[in-house]
C-alpha cells in the first residue's frame, strides 16, 4: 500500500496547516480594533435604520394595500415597500459599518428579484384558481394540490407521468455517468490527437438542444435517418426506432447521454488529473494490482466529482423536457412530468394548476437530494 | 494633427451630427406604427411585401407594418406567452379561430363591430366573405354578432397528387386489373375520389426499394397516401373532424351550450366508426405515421421527395412543393378536392375542418393605431389586393373575388377552393380550447401509434371533456 508516502503527504499537510493559523494570528492582532457599533435602533424609533420596526409597518400597509386597492397598485405598493425594508437594511449596516454584507447586497438583491420573489409569487399562485389568460382569481387553498394528487382524471396522468420521468432519471443519468466515466479514464492518458479529440468529444455539450433535437429528429427518421436506412439493409426489414416506447426512451436517451456525458467527462476527468503521480508510483513500488490501485488512490479523489456530477444530473434529468418535445412530442409514453407542467402552466394558460404540480415537483426532488446527501455525507464519514 | 486629437474631433462632429440629426428631424406624430405578430411562411410574407410596396394610408399617416415574423411551431407559445405577459408588444396579430375565446374572454382582442358599422363599405366586404370563414374567423361566441378577426388567409384541405406515377399507363392497366375501376389522374378525377378510392390507391401503390414503379425501379421505398396524424397541436384533430362529420357524427356543440354535451355526441357510435376509418387507412402511409410525428410538415416533406403518391395538406404549405428548389416532383404536381364519403344517394359528402387564419386587432391600442389597423385591413380585403395575393400564392374567402373566372389560374389548387368553401366547419372556440386540444391530441395520437382502439379513445375524449366544460361552466 502506499503508506509511507500518505503519512509523509499528511505530515507536510499539518504543517502547512500550523504556518498559515500562525499567520492568520499574527495578521489579527497586527490589526486596529474595529469601530465601536452604534446601538440599534428602538422597535418604535422612526429611524432609517430600524429595520425591525420598518418589517412590521411594511407587513401592515401590505396587507391594508393587497386588500384596498387594485391588484396593480396593490402589486408596486408592496414592492415599494420591500424596497423600503431593503434600504433600511443598508442604512442599518452601513451604521454598523457592516461593509461585507453591504458588498453582498446588489448579490442578495439580485437573487430575491431573480429567484426568490418568482418562488414565493408561484407559491402564492398555487392556492388560488388562476389562469394566465383570464383576469380573474379566487382563492381556492389547497384545492390544486389534492386535484393534482386525488382527481381520477388529472392524478393518474400525473402519476404515469411521473413513472416515465423516474424511468428516464434512472436512464439517462446511468448511462451519462457511465459513457462520461469511460471516457474520462480515456482521456486521462495521453495518447497522439488527444487536445483535438477531446474538443471534439466536448462539442455535443455546446450545441443548442434544439440544434441536438433537429438533428436526432432526422438521425431517427424512418424513411430519411440514417439508423432506419442501416438497420434496413442488414435485416431486410422495415426498422422505426420510434414506434413503440422502448425505442422512444431509448432514442432519447441516447440522445441526452449523448449531450451530456461530456459534462461527467469534465467533471471526473478533473478528478482523475488531480491525483498526484507519486502515489501511483508508491503503488506500483508496492505492486498493488490495478483495480486495487484505482480503488484506493483513484476513486477517492473523484468520488466527490462523480457525486456531484450524479447530483447535478439527476436533478437535470427530471427536468427533461426539451428533447421529449423536440423527438416525440410526449408520445410514444414518453411524457414526462416537465413537459406536462410546462403544457398545464404555458400553453392550457393553468397558472395555478401549474404552479401547484411544479411546487409537488420540486418537494420530490428535495427528498431525493437530501436522501443523497445525507448517503453522500454518511460514506464520506465512513471513509 | 495627433491620432487622439484626430479620434476626439471625429467622435465630436458625429455626436453633434447626431444632435443635429435628432433636432432637425421633425416629431412626426403622424407616424404609425403596426407592429404585428405573425407566422413566418409565404402568405404573410406576402403581406407584408405588398404593404411595403403599395399601401398608401388614406388618412395620409405614415404608416409602418412593423411585422414580427415567428415560426410556425412556436407560434401559439410566442403569441399566448406575449399576450398573457401584459407586455401589450403588439397592436395586431394573426391567430388560429381556435383562439378567438381565450383571447377575447382574456381582454386581448378588440371587438370591432363599432369601426366595421361607421364604415358601409367595410360592411359590404364583410358580407362578402364565405359565412364558413366569417362565422369562424370573426365571431365570438361562435356565429354571434360580435366580430373580432378578419381573413388572413383562409385555408382549406386538399388533395396533392403525383400525375407522372398516377397517369402512368401501366400503373393506370395494373390499377384497373385490380380494382376494376380507374385509377384517377386529373384533377377532376381527383375530385371524385372517396375513401374506398383512396384507400385502394395506398394499397395499391405500397412499394419496396426495386419494385417497379412507373415504368421504372423504385430507387427507395414508396407509398400510396399520405395524410396528418401528428401529436403536435392539432395535426391529427384536423383530419379526424373530417372523418367524423362526414360519417354524421359530431364534436361538441358550443353553439348549443349550455345543453349540449360531449359524452354521447364525441363517442357515438358513428363516431367511432369514423376514428376507427381514419385509423384503418394508417397503414399504407409512410412508417412515421408508427411514430406519432406525421404531421402536416412532415407529410408534406415525404410528399416534396418523391416518396408518396398522394397527400392531404393545407394549400398553405402548397407554395413550396411547386417550388423546383424544395421540391422533387415541382413540376408533376396535380391538385383535387380531398377524398369525401359517398352517401346513400350516390352524391359525396365532404365535410372538412376549416384551415387559415385570421388577424385581429387588440385592446391596448390607441385610437389613432385602431383607425390605421381598420384602414388597412379594408385595403388588404379588396378585391384588387385580393385578387393580387391570391395570385402570388395566398386566397381568398371574399365571394367576389373567388367566383371570379381568372381566380382558378392562379395557382393549380385553386380549381379545388371554391367547391370546397361550403363544407367547411370549424372546431371550438371557447377559451379552454388548448386544453380540449391536446388531451384531444394525446388520446388521437395513442391510437394512431396502436396503444388503444378508437372506442376507448373517444370515450376518454368525451369523458375529459365532460368534465372540464362542466368545471368551466360550458356545460349544465
Known amino acids: ?383 | 494633427m495627433k491620432w487622439q486629437t484626430k479620434l476626439a474631433a471625429t467622435a465630436s462632429a458625429a455626436a453633434l451630427a447626431m444632435t443635429m440629426g435628432v433636432a432637425i428631424t421633425p416629431a412626426s406624430a403622424a407616424d404609425v406604427v403596426l407592429k404585428m405578430a405573425v407566422p413566418d411562411w409565404p402568405p404573410t410574407r406576402i403581406m407584408k411585401k405588398f404593404f411595403d410596396e403599395q399601401y398608401k394610408a388614406p388618412s395620409g399617416n405614415k404608416v409602418i407594418l412593423d411585422v414580427d415574423f415567428i415560426p410556425w411551431p412556436d407560434f401559439y407559445t410566442r403569441v399566448n406567452a406575449s399576450l398573457t405577459s401584459g407586455e401589450k408588444k403588439y397592436n395586431m396579430s394573426v391567430a388560429d379561430s381556435q383562439w378567438l375565446g381565450a383571447f377575447v374572454e382574456g381582454g386581448y382582442f378588440r371587438k370591432v363591430n363599432d369601426y366595421i358599422d361607421a364604415d358601409p363599405g367595410l360592411k359590404a366586404t364583410m358580407a362578402e366573405i364565405h359565412p364558413a370563414f366569417y362565422d369562424a374567423y370573426s365571431t365570438y361566441p361562435y356565429k354571434s354578432k360580435n366580430i373580432y378577426g378578419f381573413p388572413q388567409f383562409p385555408d382549406v384541405l386538399v388533395t396533392y397528387g403525383r400525375k407522372d406515377i398516377l397517369c402512368n399507363d401501366d400503373e393506370q392497366k395494373n390499377f384497373k386489373a385490380k380494382y376494376n375501376t380507374k385509377l384517377p389522374c386529373t384533377g377532376e378525377e381527383m375530385d371524385n375520389i372517396d375513401w374506398t378510392l383512396f384507400q385502394q390507391i395506398g394499397e395499391f401503390f405500397q412499394r419496396k426499394k426495386g419494385d417497379m414503379l412507373a415504368g421504372k425501379p423504385a430507387d427507395d421505398d414508396f407509398y400510396g397516401i399520405a395524410y396528418q396524424a401528428g401529436k403536435g397541436y392539432d395535426f391529427a384533430s384536423m383530419q379526424i373532424n373530417g372523418f367524423i362529420w362526414q360519417a354524421g357524427g359530431d364534436i361538441w356543440d358550443e353553439t348549443k351550450a349550455p345543453n349540449s354535451h360531449a359524452e354521447g355526441v364525441v363517442n357515438s357510435p358513428a363516431a367511432v366508426g369514423a376514428l376507427d376509418h381514419y385509423l384503418s387507412l394508417l397503414k399504407y402511409m409512410p412508417p412515421v405515421v408508427k411514430t406519432g410525428t406525421m404531421d402536416i410538415f412532415k407529410s408534406d416533406e415525404l410528399f416534396r421527395e418523391g416518396k408518396v403518391a398522394m397527400n392531404i395538406d393545407w394549400i398553405g404549405l402548397g407554395e413550396a412543393s411547386l417550388d423546383p428548389k424544395t421540391s422533387k416532383v415541382s413540376d408533376k404536381l396535380v391538385f383535387g378536392m380531398t377524398p369525401g364519403t359517398r352517401g346513400a344517394d350516390g352524391k359525396m359528402i365532404r365535410w372538412n375542418n376549416l384551415g387559415g387564419q385570421p388577424f385581429v386587432l387588440m385592446t391596448w391600442n390607441t385610437d389613432l393605431q385602431n383607425k390605421e389597423g381598420m384602414d388597412f385591413v379594408k385595403w388588404w380585403l379588396s378585391p384588387a389586393i385580393q385578387n393580387e395575393f391570391a395570385a402570388g400564392g395566398g386566397q381568398s374567402a371574399v365571394k367576389s373575388v373567388y367566383t371570379d373566372a381568372k381566380y382558378n389560374s392562379y395557382r393549380p389548387w385553386n380549381r379545388a377552393w371554391a367547391a370546397s368553401l361550403d363544407w367547411q366547419k370549424d372546431v371550438w372556440h371557447v377559451p379552454p380550447f388548448f386544453d380540449l386540444l391536446t388531451q384531444q391530441q394525446d388520446q388521437f395520437d395513442l391510437a394512431i401509434t396502436g396503444k388503444q382502439d378508437a372506442k376507448t379513445t373517444l370515450n376518454n375524449v368525451a369523458k375529459y371533456q365532460e368534465n372540464l366544460l362542466k368545471e368551466q361552466g360550458l356545460i349544465k
Open chain 1, 1 to 383: 500500500m502506499c503508506r509511507s508516502a500518505c503519512v509523509g503527504l499528511r505530515a507536510k499537510g499539518n504543517n502547512a496547516t500550523a504556518d498559515f493559523l500562525g499567520m492568520l494570528h499574527m495578521t489579527t492582532t497586527a490589526l486596529p480594533p474595529p469601530p465601536t457599533a452604534p446601538d440599534a435602533p428602538a422597535f418604535l424609533t422612526p429611524a432609517l435604520d430600524n429595520w425591525r420596526g420598518a418589517i412590521a409597518a411594511a407587513l401592515v400597509l401590505s396587507v391594508i394595500a393587497i386588500a384596498a386597492l387594485p391588484a396593480a397598485a396593490a402589486f408596486w405598493t408592496v414592492g415599494a415597500l420591500v424596497a423600503l425594508v431593503a434600504a433600511t437594511f443598508v442604512v442599518n449596516a452601513f451604521r454598523r459599518h457592516y461593509y461585507g454584507g453591504l458588498l453582498v447586497a446588489p448579490a442578495i438583491a439580485m437573487l430575491f428579484v431573480m429567484n426568490i420573489f418568482p418562488l414565493l409569487w408561484s407559491l402564492g399562485l398555487s392556492f388560488f384558481a388562476y389562469q394566465s389568460n383570464r383576469q380573474t382569481m379566487k382563492f381556492v387553498g389547497l384545492h390544486n394540490y389534492i386535484q393534482a394528487l386525488t382527481s381520477d382524471i388529472k392524478a393518474p396522468e400525473n402519476w404515469a407521468n411521473l413513472q416515465t420521468t423516474a424511468v428516464f432519471v434512472v436512464c439517462t443519468v446511468a448511462a451519462q455517468m457511465l459513457v462520461g466515466f469511460l471516457l474520462a479514464l480515456l482521456f486521462a492518458k495521453q495518447f497522439p490527437l488527444r487536445r483535438y479529440l477531446l474538443i471534439l468529444v466536448l462539442t455535443p455539450m455546446m450545441l443548442s438542444v434544439v440544434a441536438v433535437g433537429v438533428f436526432y429528429t432526422y438521425y431517427y427518421d424512418p424513411t430519411f435517418g440514417l439508423v432506419s436506412q442501416v438497420v434496413n439493409r442488414m435485416c431486410g426489414c422495415q426498422y422505426v426506432l420510434m414506434s413503440n416506447r422502448a425505442g422512444a426512451i431509448g432514442g432519447i436517451v441516447f440522445a441526452d447521454a449523448w449531450m451530456w456525458s461530456p459534462f461527467v467527462m469534465l467533471l471526473v476527468l478533473a478528478g482523475l488529473v488531480s491525483v498526484p503521480k507519486y502515489l501511483y508510483e508508491a503503488a506500483s513500488i508496492d505492486r498493488v494490482s490495478s483495480w486495487r490501485s484505482f480503488w484506493t488512490i483513484t476513486f477517492p479523489y473523484i468520488r466527490g466529482l462523480l457525486m456531484l456530477a450524479l447530483l447535478f444530473r439527476t436533478i437535470e434529468a427530471f427536468k427533461l423536457a426539451d428533447l421529449v418535445i423536440l423527438l416525440t412530442k410526449g408520445g410514444n409514453g414518453t411524457m414526462t412530468i416537465s413537459y406536462h407542467v410546462l403544457r398545464i402552466a404555458q400553453e392550457q394558460n393553468k397558472t395555478s394548476e401549474g404552479a401547484a404540480l411544479s411546487y409537488l415537483l420540486l418537494f420530490v426532488v428535495i427528498v431525493l437530494t437530501n436522501l443523497y446527501l445525507y448517503v453522500a455525507n454518511r460514506r464520506s464519514q465512513e471513509a
